[in-house]
Nanobody
Framework: QVHLVESGGGLVQAGGSLRLSCSAS????????MGWFRQAPGKEREFVTA????????YYADSVKGRFTISRDNAKNTVYVQMNNLEAEDTAVYYC???????????????????????WGQGTQVTVSA
């Protein structure tokens, strides 16, 4: 069992920035994909961004393109998301998630689907005040 631990959430004014971090408890853990999702009250969990761990390919939801940047530190088994120009609509609990190697993934944009991920962090609250 791998534990993912997020940090970096908080309260920020609109237009401000935050950086979220997510580290895996197992230093030998080598995921296939690391992703970030978010869930606002009364809404479904939605895809935010993802990075393919070995290749480095990155993907973003349209709502965060140009404002959020995902990055990884393979040596530290840590993934980050730098969030700039935050908006009130970004308020949510943010979760990091890991998709494993060795599974069969199918369908377009499978990395955007929560069901593709096997491990989840506990979530960190991001609140953006207008």
């Amino acid at each position: 069992q791998v534990h993912l631990v997020e940090s970096g959430g908080g309260l920020v004014q609109a237009g401000g920035s935050l950086r979220l971090s997510c580290s895996a408890s197992d230093p030998t853990f080598g995921p296939y994909i690391m992703g970030w999702f978010r869930q606002a009250p009364g809404k479904e969990r939605e895809f935010v961004t993802a990075v393919f761990w070995s290749a480095g390919n990155t993907y973003y939801a349209d709502s965060v393109k140009g404002r959020f940047t995902i990055s990884r530190d393979n040596a530290k088994n840590t993934v980050y998301v730098q969030m700039n120009n935050l908006e009130a609509e970004d308020t949510a609990v943010y979760y990091c998630a890991a998709a494993l190697r060795g599974r069969v993934y199918s369908g377009d944009n499978f990395w955007t689907r929560p069901g593709s991920y096997s491990y989840w962090g506990q979530g960190t609250q991001v609140t953006v005040s207008a």
